[in-house]
Structures are given as C-alpha cells and as structure tokens.
C-alpha cells in the first residue's frame, strides 16, 4: 500500500503542478493581451494631451497700477483708478490683460480685490537686463493727442511687453 501511495502522490503533485503552470500561462496571456489592446489607447490619449497643451494658457506674473488721468490701452480707455497688470501667453500669442481693482476703505496693496476685464492687448516681449522690482507702463502721445500705453514691464519679469 505504500508503494501505491508513492506512486498516486506523484501523479497528484503533477496534475496540481501543471493546472497551476495552466493557470499561471492563462494570466499572463490575457494581461499581454490587455497590455496590447490598451497601448494604441495610450498613444492617442497622449496626442490629444500634446493637443491640448499647445492650446493651453500660459498666466504669467502679475503688477498693479495706479492711474490719476484716462489713459487709452488699444481700443478701450482705462478710467482714473487701480489696475492689476498679467501678462498671458495664448498659444503662441502673448497678452497684457487689465483688470479692475476696488481701492475700498483700508485699502493695502496686495489684498484688493480683483474686478472685471477692462482690456486685452495683444503684445510683443522683448528681454531685458534685469527684472523689474515695480510693475512700469510707458506711456506715448497718440495722433489724437492722448496717452496710451506704449510698454508694459511687470515686477519680477526679465522682459518687455510692446504694444
């Protein structure tokens, strides 16, 4: 009897061995399976992600001004009062957006709050030497004898922004 539980107990063994090794050979088959299936998935996710991003907006630093006259900013004229300054890059296009700036009683800097768009101005960045400490606007005489906004430099910025 004990030869022929020997000999059973192999043969038991193997058949356990070999339904595991199946099984074992199945997973792995279907995972390289899926694997496969999902790789022409991830491709296109990632194309449309490069998509995307290239259409992305790009928000840069941002500036506050103080203006004490109407000051013209392309089409629009800023009205007497307080501005925050961003610069935006769209795509490839670089934009100047200002926005409205309540100066409420207790007014600090840095804690006002932010209004509406007032204007959008598509610009042209040029490098500087060194970054400004200060939002700066430049400012030139049009033909219609008012002020408008030449060059935007926004505080910690190392370029220009020509309009």
Do not use: W
Not at 35 to 46: F, K
């Amino acid at each position: 009897m004990n030869t022929t539980s020997k000999q059973i107990a192999p043969k038991t063994m193997t058949t356990a061995s070999n339904a595991t090794l199946k099984t074992f050979a199945a997973a792995a088959l279907l995972l390289l399976t899926v694997a496969l299936l999902g790789l022409p998935i991830l491709a296109q996710d990632q194309h449309a992600h490069q998509k995307m991003a290239a259409q992305e907006v790009i928000n840069g630093k941002k500036g506050e001004v103080h203006f004490t006259a109407p000051i013209k900013a392309g089409d629009n004229v800023l009205k007497p009062g307080m501005y925050q300054v961003q610069h935006v890059v769209e795509g490839s296009s670089h934009v100047i957006i200002f926005k409205e700036m309540n100066m409420p009683a207790g007014y600090k800097m840095g804690n006002t709050p932010v209004g509406k768009e007032v204007a959008r101005l598509n610009c042209k960045i040029e490098p500087v030497t060194k970054a400004v400490r200060n939002t700066k606007i430049t400012l030139r005489t049009n033909a219609a004898g008012e002020k408008e906004i030449a060059e935007v430099q926004v505080a910690g910025e190392a370029f220009k922004h020509l309009l």
